[in-house]
């Protein structure tokens, strides 16, 4: 179940840094967050 939540969350949060970076260093800083946000929904 932790698994499908945490796929889910890193495809939403994928899907939103695409939709919402303008320039490289954005999508950049936005992949940083996904992996961010990865890692807190894992632990």
Do not use: F, H, W, Y
């Amino acid at each position: 179940m932790k698994n499908r939540i945490a796929r889910a969350l890193t495809i939403t949060a994928i899907l939103a840094a695409v939709a919402g970076c303008n320039t490289v260093q954005g999508l950049g800083e936005d992949i940083s967050s996904v992996g961010r946000a990865g890692e807190e929904a894992i632990d």
